[in-house]
């Protein structure tokens, strides 16, 4: 059984940072692309970020590139997401999760190639 769990949210100004990080287990950590999305009140779930399984690959959210950065260490397991000059508008819960197609050539933004979720980590933002 996959297991994704997520830490590091928190409450913070506008303006300042916080890294999250989502420790996995149960899978071939390594074979597969992983992603953040983020649901805010009210709105529906959305794509963030993604790393492919290498690492080599990244894909962003127009409304986070040149703030956000996701990276992962395959040896520990652990995927992350640096958050940098956070805005009132990044608040949400935010999960990681695991592309459902290990070795995929390219990454991947739907929700629906992704089977394993963690259960979310709060980010509060205020201004």
């Known amino acids: 059984q996959v297991q994704l769990v997520e830490s590091g949210g928190g409450l913070v100004q506008a303006g300042g940072s916080l890294r999250l990080s989502c420790a996995a287990s149960?899978?071939?950590?390594?074979?597969?692309?992983m992603g953040w999305f983020r649901q805010a009140p009210g709105k529906e779930r959305e794509f963030v970020t993604v790393i492919g399984w290498t690492g080599g690959v990244t894909n962003y959210a127009d409304s986070v590139k040149g703030r956000f950065t996701i990276s992962r260490d395959n040896a520990k397991k652990l995927v992350y997401l640096q958050m940098n000059n956070l805005k009132p508008e990044d608040t949400a819960v935010y999960y990681c999760a695991t592309d459902r197609v290990p070795l995929r050539v390219a990454v991947t933004t739907r929700q629906v190639d992704y089977d394993y979720w963690g259960q979310g980590t709060q980010v509060t933002v205020s201004s």
């Open positions: 149960g899978r071939t950590f390594s074979s597969y692309a």
